[in-house]
């Protein structure tokens, strides 16, 4: 296994320990003076930066929890580049530390592999906004309704009411469906009718189930065809338009109604079946 190999290069050796205290001991007042001005001027610098940064962000239209992870990253990387300039400083040789942190941060991002492409996935999710809070979406194999949008895990709420969280690394690696984004949708529904019942009958029917919903939109205008000619039936496919919020109500409706505006038109819908002709045969 890789990791242990490297977790143990991360124990300092005695050299490098004997190293470092030989420069601590030789540390006199002019570094001392030298790595307070350091830090003054870094002080002065990262409040500089940071003010900056607070002002960029300001104007962008970023979300909360991207911002405050840009603000940490850039606050510990400042930090960090200050614990090193006061060590030169100091007169501390740097060169074996670095190596060692930068050994550790090896470790670490081998450790945290799955971690930190989860953070990945949410900042390319908070930065890109293929879908908002409230939206209903189809993501990593999953659909609901977005709840939270995290830097790690993203929530859908399932139409039962099951919570789910999904990683982002999972959500941005495969295709995301948003069907809120769009004021419109479109109902398609498939119905079969029997051979007997004539075709320009039944999408008349359709049609007029169409025409006399409330929540069907007139334009685009509803549309019915012929989609197959079966081995037992003909197939119908019918399309209307609707808001996107009324969806399942259309959708339901017009499922609900077909079989009771077919009975009363006298129209078969008709199922598998096999039909047996006899055949008389005459002996000489």
Not at 161 to 190: C, M
Not at 220 to 227: G, L, N, Q
Not at 243 to 256: E, G, I, R, S
Request: aromatic share 8%.
């Amino acid at each position: 296994m890789p990791v242990p190999a490297v977790s143990a290069a991360i124990v300092p050796d005695e050299e490098t320990t004997k190293t470092l205290w030989k420069n601590i001991q030789n540390i006199t007042a002019s570094n001392i003076f030298s790595a307070v001005l350091a830090i003054v001027i870094s002080l002065v610098l990262i409040k500089v930066l940071t003010k900056v940064l607070e002002r960029a962000l300001g104007r962008s239209k970023l979300d909360v929890p991207l911002q405050t992870l840009l603000r940490n990253l850039l606050r510990g990387a400042l930090w960090s580049v200050t614990v090193i300039i006061v060590l030169g400083c100091l007169g501390i040789e740097v060169t074996s530390l670095v190596a060692v942190l930068s050994v550790v941060g090896l470790a670490f991002s081998l450790a945290l592999q799955n971690f930190l492409s989860n953070m990945a996935g949410g900042m390319q999710i908070l930065a890109s906004h293929p879908f908002n809070l409230g939206d209903f979406v189809d993501a990593g194999g999953c659909s609901g309704t977005v709840t939270e949008i995290g830097i790690f895990y993203t929530k859908l709420t399932t139409p039962d009411n099951k919570l789910v969280q999904l990683p982002n690394s999972t959500i941005v690696s495969a295709n995301i469906t948003n069907f809120s984004t769009q004021s419109t949708r479109r109902v398609e529904l498939r119905v079969s009718a029997s051979y007997d019942a004539p075709t320009q009958q039944v999408i008349s029917l359709l049609a007029k189930m169409a025409a006399d919903h409330p929540l069907v939109l007139a334009d685009p205008e509803p549309a019915v065809h012929v989609d197959q000619y079966g081995d037992n039936a003909i197939g119908y496919v019918i399309r209307v338009w609707c808001a996107n919020t009324d969806y399942w109500t259309v959708y339901y409706d017009l499922m609900d109604g077909f079989k009771p505006a077919f009975d009363a038109a006298d129209i078969e819908m008709t199922y598998p079946h096999v039909n047996v002709h006899m055949i008389e045969t005459k002996q000489l």
